[in-house]
């Protein structure tokens, strides 16, 4: 079965500064690869997504994400953030031939400092 | 506007009083589902529905039922809360059954059981 592993349960930036989030999957073929964001008292948000092709996916809100195929990897990024991209991020997994859909990781909580 | 619509939004019950969470949206989606989100595990589907009478499980199932009985409409029911429901929950709604497809959510309800 597909799993998700997001290894950074808290991150703190600062205003202005990078931001890369990491994700990992494990999954037998290429997956459908997903970031979603959620603001606090909201529901998620698509960011952006990958099926296949370029390997640089372009989102909304100025963020990109990486898909590297031998390193499993999906990592989200920012060049700068802003107080307003504080939210939780949730990487996910989509499979061919899965009904469930989507797979979730245990997300990462973004907090943005002034 | 195209949207997920869970109600309620918050809801406090005792242990074994029968609850229904309602989902409804307006996008013709066919595909329909529910998580929890409990801290530390992301969201775990409940059920999942990819059309009208038809349902299927998720990955945490017990204590909880679901129907389609309508395209729009797809309510979550606890028939006896207990205290380890206790979450927030999620719908979604996808286009289709394809697991590349974008999922809309609901704003979420968060449910306490006592």
């Known amino acids: 079965a597909q799993s998700v592993t997001q290894p950074d349960i808290h991150i703190t930036v600062s205003e202005g500064a990078s931001l890369e989030l990491r994700c990992n999957y494990s999954?037998?073929?290429?997956?459908?690869l997903f970031w979603y964001v959620q603001s606090p008292g909201q529901g998620l948000q698509l960011l952006l997504k990958y099926f296949s092709g370029d390997t640089l996916v372009q989102g909304i809100k100025g963020f990109e994400a990486e898909f590297k195929r031998s390193q499993s990897s999906f990592n989200l990024r920012k060049p700068s953030v802003h107080w307003s991209d504080a939210a939780e991020y949730f990487c996910?997994?989509?499979?061919?031939?899965?009904?469930?859909?989507?797979?979730f990781g245990s997300g990462t909580q973004l907090t943005v400092l002034p | 506007e195209a949207q997920v619509t869970q109600n309620p939004r918050y809801l406090i019950t005792v242990t074994g009083k029968k609850l229904t969470v309602t989902c409804s949206q307006n996008?013709?989606?066919?595909?329909m589902s529910w998580y929890r989100q409990d801290p530390g595990l992301g969201l775990r589907q409940i059920y999942y529905?990819?059309?009208?009478?038809?349902?299927d499980k998720g990955d945490v199932p017990e204590g909880y039922k679901v129907s389609r009985k309508e395209k729009r409409n797809f309510p979550l029911i606890l028939e006896s809360p207990s205290p380890n429901q206790t979450s927030l929950y999620f719908c979604?709604?996808?286009?289709?059954?394809?697991?590349?497809?974008?999922?809309?959510f609901g704003q979420g309800t968060r449910l306490t059981v006592v």
């Open positions: 999954y037998g073929a290429t997956p459908y």
């Open positions: 529905s990819m059309n009208v009478e038809v349902t």
């Open positions: 996910a997994v989509g499979v061919i031939g899965s009904a469930r859909q989507l797979t």
């Open positions: 996008m013709n989606h066919e595909y």
């Open positions: 979604a709604s996808s286009k289709t059954t394809f697991q590349g497809t974008e999922a809309f």
